[in-house]
């Protein structure tokens, strides 16, 4: 499970890494400005006092060459202190030439060593800026002539590349990164969860629709991105209401249309079959009467799905019904069905279980699960039928002795339409599609088990009342 939220995509986590990338890209740039900035400017070469000094410390030491070079290594070491870009870096560091009467008489130890260095310091143009390459990197370099004759020269490195591969190999580059980025995380995190709860409220409220609540969303925000989308799906959501409206008036109107004839027909059929002697014109006329009765039953449930669907829309609020009353009332019709097909009806029910709900929709409940319990169940079966309280819930319970249904098939039973296969029974599809509606529209959930028989168990849980 941690590894799935770690993977999934997650904007959050985009906008995350977004703004950790232009951050890194944000520091490079800095980065290699800095670290490629012409040494012309560099503050050493403007301090003419530094010059100064070290051409004073050369020439009044003149007569003592140990003394002279120990005193211009410590003048050395404080400007590399004071100037240096990348402290501990000795190849970025300014460097110290001295020229005493041609003759070099201190050279910092990073510097160029050869001729080139010294004649270029001796033939330099008294406190001119020039830049010398030694083959390897380029300096800018600054030459002051003291007082006595003494040549001060001062490098500062000025190759951009060197400098920046220099940097980046010390650690510069991702040491200020690496240290930072934990400390940028979380309120960098934080903001974005911030910045996202309009979002989060809108998707909340998407969440917390049932499949009938096509409204437009209630919660839109001031923010532009928000309103676009919110506007984007309560378009989609009137589409798709207008087109289930006109989806289930067609399907009403088709089978209010197809009743008239199915009845006619059938009173004919009738007629006809009480009016022939011979027995072959008798089972015709038997298959034709059966094939009707199929056909005005899936013409009811239309009916009965197509109303279930429209009063669900409609939002209208229910009535306090008892239902252990309605379930022996439905029981008492069902019982002429049940004794036609040789099945015995068992009721166990507890009294005074009420819910909130519509009559109209319970019954149709109610009769499908019976209705198919015992079609399906064999001649001189027992279907049980149960009603009780569970903390807060009115269970009803139809078991019949039948086949049953596999347990990789339940979830699909209840889709329109569908039927098992290798099905002996005749049927729409329907009956436990409208049994899962009405549920729905009270807010309970529908639950298929085996029974202890052998057969197939409904339970159904409504809030009680």
């Not at 009044?60 to 060459?65: Q, V, Y």
């Not at 390897?136 to 370099?141: D, H, L, M, Y």
């Amino acid at each position: 499970m941690a590894w799935r939220a770690v993977t999934e995509p997650s904007l959050v986590r985009r906008l995350l890494v977004a703004q950790m990338g232009l951050l890194a890209l944000l520091w490079t740039v800095v980065f290699i400005y800095a670290a490629t900035e012409n040494g012309t400017d560099s503050p050493v070469l403007k301090e003419t006092s530094v010059y100064h000094a070290v051409a004073a410390v050369a020439d009044d030491l003149a007569d003592a060459p140990a003394r002279q070079y120990h005193s211009l290594a410590a003048l050395d070491a404080a400007i590399h202190q004071r100037y240096a870009d990348a402290e501990g870096v000795a190849e970025l560091a300014p460097g110290l030439l001295v020229l005493q009467r041609s003759a070099v008489v201190y050279r910092s130890p990073h510097l160029p060593r050869g001729a080139d260095a010294e004649s270029f310091v001796a033939s330099a143009v008294s406190d001119a800026r020039r830049t010398f390459d030694d083959g390897r990197q380029k300096w800018r370099v600054r030459v002051v002539t003291g007082t006595s004759g003494a040549r001060v020269a001062i490098f500062v490195p000025r190759g951009g590349w060197h400098v920046l591969i220099t940097l980046a190999s010390h650690g510069y580059y991702l040491a200020p990164m690496v240290i930072s980025l934990p400390f940028l995380l979380l309120p960098a995190w934080l903001s974005i969860r911030l910045a996202l709860r309009p979002w989060r409220r809108v998707a909340q409220e998407v969440a917390s629709r049932g499949p009938q609540d096509l409204a437009p969303l209630s919660y839109r925000g001031q923010h532009q991105e928000l309103a676009a989308m919110v506007d984007s799906v309560d378009a989609l959501m009137a589409r798709v209401s207008e087109a289930s409206a006109r989806e289930r008036s067609f399907i009403a109107d088709a089978a209010h249309e197809l009743r008239t004839p199915l009845a006619a027909m059938r009173i004919n059929v009738e007629a006809l079959h009480g009016q022939t002697a011979d027995w072959r014109q008798r089972e015709l006329l038997e298959g034709i009467l059966s094939s009707g009765n199929r056909a005005a039953r899936l013409v009811s449930q239309l009916l009965v799905l197509m109303r279930s669907d429209a009063a669900a829309s409609l939002g209208d609020a229910g009535a306090l019904l008892s239902l252990d009353e309605l379930l022996q009332d439905r029981m008492a019709v069902m019982s002429g069905l049940a004794g036609a097909r040789g099945v015995e009806l068992e009721l166990q029910s507890v009294a005074g279980v009420a819910i909130v709900g519509w009559r109209e929709s319970l019954v149709s409940l109610a009769d499908n699960l019976v209705d198919n319990a015992i079609k399906y169940s064999p001649r001189g079966g027992v279907v049980r039928v149960g009603l009780w309280h569970v903390e807060g819930w009115a269970v009803l319970s139809v078991e019949d002795q039948g086949p049953g249904i596999a347990p990789e098939l339940r979830s699909r039973v209840f889709d329109r339409f569908f039927r098992a296969p290798k099905q002996e029974q005749g049927g729409s599809g329907l009956g436990l599609a409208i049994a899962l509606g009405a549920a729905r529209r009270h807010g309970g959930r529908i639950e298929l088990t085996d029974g202890e028989q052998g057969g197939l168990k409904v339970e159904v849980w409504l809030p009680a009342a």
